[in-house]
């Protein structure tokens, strides 16, 4: 029984997205080490199941490991909001849909960064990558500020997001990435 | 002879560097938490290494790995190509499946990064 009113709230605002007609995982909660590994072997299995291809499946979960480590390093607790993944698919396109709560921080970086991001012409943006790796400082927590980056690449500038506040100095960042079968089949 | 072993877990790959067969080998997935903690002892034990070896056939065969990793692989690579005497004797099989062009695309960005020749064998696991 799902006594969160949240999850059914998570999946009225993707329907209502119309993207994709077909759930093929949904994860809710709180994220943690354990359950990034799990997602990733689980979203594997789901897309194996499902016969999608392996450069699609292959590329799903190093955006799904992204995007998770991302929610584990920055989600802030709430009691009404908690962090989601979802992956469904539409003629044989894949989507990715996640949120979780950030601070005012946070949301300024990641702001700036993607803003930054689009600025760049598709054709620059391999070189700008490669530069952005190149340069980038690993952390002594081990972050090198590449996530992403790495997302907004392997999805081929494909990535969409919002940042709502919700309450003083938190916001909910909502990142939506689709990946497209006929794009990836032809790299 | 230097020898590193380290177990796969979960998130985290196999690692062997060893002295007597001059190879350090890495292979599974690659998404620890914190990738500098995990690299850590594989850069310290490589520090020994270089001090003693001249050669080193270094073989990566990843899954998948997150960026922070990605990082480090490119500081394995940069160790290995700024050593004078190790990089002319350094062969890099960087392995591949047919199906995802993706990890032979990391590879080829390292090797136009570091100057390093990499070899793209087919994994046949």
Redesign the interface.
């Known amino acids: 029984m799902i006594e969160k009113p949240k999850i059914k709230d998570i999946l009225d605002v993707i329907g209502r997205s119309e993207h994709f007609t077909d759930y093929l995982l949904l994860i809710y909660g709180p994220v943690n ?2 359950v ?2 799990s997602t ?1 072997r689980l979203a594997e299995t789901k897309l194996r199941l499902q016969q999608f ?3 699609l499946i ?2 799903t ?2 955006i799904c ?2 995007i998770l ?1 991302n929610v ?1 390093k920055h989600q802030i607790k709430h009691e009404l909001y908690q962090p989601y993944l979802v992956i469904g698919s539409q003629n044989h396109n894949l989507y990715i849909y996640s949120g979780n709560i950030i601070s005012e921080n946070s949301k300024l970086n990641i702001e700036s960064k993607l803003e930054n991001y689009f600025t760049v012409k598709e054709e620059d943006f391999k070189e700008f990558y ?1 530069d952005s ?2 340069n ?1 400082v ?7 500020g ?2 992403l ?2 997302i907004f690449y ?1 999805s081929n500038r494909n990535l969409k997001y919002n940042i709502v506040k919700v309450a003083e100095n938190l916001f909910s960042f909502n990142i939506n990435v689709e990946l497209h079968h006929n794009a990836l089949v032809n ?1 | 002879m230097p020898r590193l072993e380290i177990e796969a877990t979960g998130s985290t790959p196999e690692v062997l560097l060893d002295g007597e067969t001059r190879r350090l080998n890495i292979r599974g997935i690659c998404t620890p938490e914190n990738p500098r903690q995990f690299f850590d002892p594989i850069f310290q034990a490589m520090e020994e290494y270089e001090k003693n070896h001249q050669e080193l056939t270094i073989e990566i065969c990843l899954d998948y790995f997150n960026t922070g990793s990605s990082k480090c692989l490119l500081n394995l690579f940069y160790m290995v190509s700024n050593n004078a005497d190790l990089k002319p004797n350094t062969v890099v099989n960087w392995v591949i499946e047919e199906s995802d062009p993706d990890i032979k695309e990391s590879g080829l960005l390292f090797e136009e990064i570091t100057g390093l020749k990499f070899n793209y064998p087919i994994n046949n696991k």
């Open positions: 080490q354990d990034i590994i990733i291809p392996s450069t292959s590329r979960k190093t490991a992204e480590q584990n490669i790796f190149k980038s690993l952390t002594s927590e081990g972050n090198a590449l996530g980056l790495d392997r790299t």
